[in-house]
């Protein structure tokens, strides 16, 4: 009877976690798509459709099957162990119909480089305007681990606004992947909302990493105020002399020293 009521409590223990997972809030997903993948539903209940790219353009790989993927749950871990990769630039057209505003979401994850430097990428939209730049993965997370970049923008009166930058829109979101001199592009999936930055699921914080970049933080907190607090400390007593400021005597020497060669020679000159 005691076992019996344990596993119960484990299996209500479980159920309420997989519960909260999916009700954790996100906005109207109007495009989403596993990148070299097959169509997949996420926790969240985000629908991705099989990679439309599929022998057409880049190239599929499912390499990063035979790693586990930090950061996500065992249940989207196929949404960053397939990616579309190209030797050239690559991109995927979103059509948006209505105005709004609305969020990017790219998911990466570096399966196959062990360090910073080896593969080097921009994001832009619509040719124009450059939302990840020079993104490196390894060195934003280490390899085997989920990262997401989270790109805000608006469609207003055939307006494009993103970034703070402004340009024409015809209906259709182009998102491409650059090519640069260090390595392929790559994406490993993302999808298009209708709403902010606050109806995207976060990541959850990387072991470690999230823990020294706090450390840092309270270490440059206790320096500044260490340096307010010597700003305020007055010296008790009155201030002690520097002995050096008023000393003239290093200047007098040379003239005390040209004064005793002048009066004798000018003595000898006389009584000639």
């Not at 997903?29 to 209940?45: K, P």
């Not at 490196?136 to 469609?155: C, L, M, N, Q, S």
Request: aromatic share 10%; hydrophobic share 35%; with cysteine.
């Amino acid at each position: 009877m005691k076992y019996l009521f344990h596993i119960i409590i484990t299996i209500v223990f479980i159920l309420g976690l997989n519960n909260l997972y999916i009700s954790d809030a996100i906005g109207e997903v109007i495009w989403a798509v596993n990148s070299g993948g097959e169509e997949h539903t996420d926790g969240f209940g985000v629908h991705y459709q099989s990679d439309p790219l599929q022998g057409v353009q880049g190239i599929a790989s499912d390499y990063g099957r035979m790693l586990h993927i930090a950061r996500t749950s065992p249940q989207d871990q196929l949404l960053y162990q397939t990616e579309r990769y190209d030797l050239d630039t690559f991109g995927y057209e979103v059509p948006i119909e209505e105005d709004g505003d609305y969020v990017l979401v790219l998911k990466f994850c570096e399966v196959y480089f062990t360090a910073s430097n080896q593969k080097v990428f921009d994001v832009v939209l619509n040719e124009q305007h450059t939302v990840v730049p020079e993104l490196d993965i390894y060195d934003k997370v280490g390899r085997g681990t989920a990262h997401d970049e989270i790109v805000p923008f608006t469609i207003t009166r055939g307006k494009l606004k993103v970034l703070g930058e402004v340009s024409t829109f015809s209906g259709t979101l182009l998102v491409e992947f650059i090519k640069g001199y260090r390595d392929n592009p790559k994406v490993n999936a993302l999808y298009v909302l209708k709403g902010s930055t606050d109806d995207v699921p976060k990541l959850p914080p990387i072991p470690g990493l999230d823990l020294d970049e706090e450390e840092e933080e309270e270490e440059e907190t206790e320096k500044e105020q260490r340096r307010e607090l010597n700003k305020k400390r007055k010296t008790s007593g009155p201030k002690t002399v520097d002995p050096y400021a008023s000393d003239d005597s290093s200047l007098m020497f040379p003239i005390l020293i040209a004064v005793g060669v002048f009066i004798p020679t000018l003595f000898c000159l006389c009584r000639l």
